[in-house]
């Protein structure tokens, strides 16, 4: 750990901070340090957490993570189901237009022309 103002290493070895105050928190998750550095004297703060208290925040991380992913697929899949639907539309139609041209070929009036002809 560095002094934030001076940058100073600061380890518990070479005392290179001291410990103004200590407030634990009321679940035990965390603790809550006041420093001092002893090169230029800048207070500063540190939170020290238990293990459980990080496996909990991950946990939780992951959670909305697979949230998030569930909601991105589901949205995907919504939008493979209209694409889908619009590709079968556009077969009929090009079926439809391919069964008309052909119809014309063999000399069969369009619906147009046999409309205009009554």
């Keep these: 750990m560095n002094c934030p103002r001076c940058h100073t290493q600061l380890s518990p070895v070479t005392s290179g901070s001291q410990v103004v105050e200590t407030r634990y928190r ?7 340090r006041r420093r001092q550095c002893t090169t230029c004297a800048h207070k500063f703060t540190t939170r020290e957490y238990t293990v459980q208290a990080l496996q909990a925040t991950l946990d939780l991380k992951k959670t909305i993570l697979n949230n998030q992913l569930v909601e991105k ?3 995907a899949l919504e939008d493979i189901e209209t694409l889908t639907a619009n ?4 077969r009929v139609m090009l079926k439809e237009q391919t069964v008309e041209a052909q119809m014309i070929d063999c000399g069969f009036k369009t619906r147009s022309e046999r409309h205009v002809a009554l």
């Design 73 to 75: 697929v589901e949205f």
């Design 26 to 32: 009321a679940d035990g998750k965390s603790i809550r």
């Design 87 to 90: 590709l079968m539309e556009l």
